[in-house]
């Protein structure tokens, strides 16, 4: 059902990647991240957050990281790929 998939994302993960493209962004503004579409940022860092744990529960099976491990491996990767470090 295309309303009840659409409904879902949108009340789901497009919150995520809206809420996670306003903070890129207004740390971009602040001067505090470098050079980035805060969108294409806003995917990639969401992304590596679901690294390891998502696939695995959508096929039923558990996460290969839990998730505070996932989650410091993902910051760790996004900051290192920005220059952050």
């Known amino acids: 059902n295309k309303a009840l998939s659409s409904l879902l994302y949108n009340r789901g ?3 995520v990647l809206d809420a996670l493209t ?3 962004a207004q740390l971009q503004k602040k001067g505090l991240v470098c050079e980035l579409d805060p969108l ?3 995917v990639q860092l969401k992304g590596l957050f679901d690294a390891g744990i998502v696939e695995p529960l ?3 099976t558990r996460p290969e990281l839990n998730q505070a491990r996932a989650v410091e491996a993902a910051v760790s990767t996004f900051l290192r790929a920005y ?3």
């Open 13 to 15: 993960p497009k919150r």
């Open 40 to 42: 294409i940022g806003a």
């Open 22 to 24: 306003c903070y890129l």
């Open 58 to 60: 959508l096929f039923g």
């Open 83 to 85: 220059d952050f470090a």
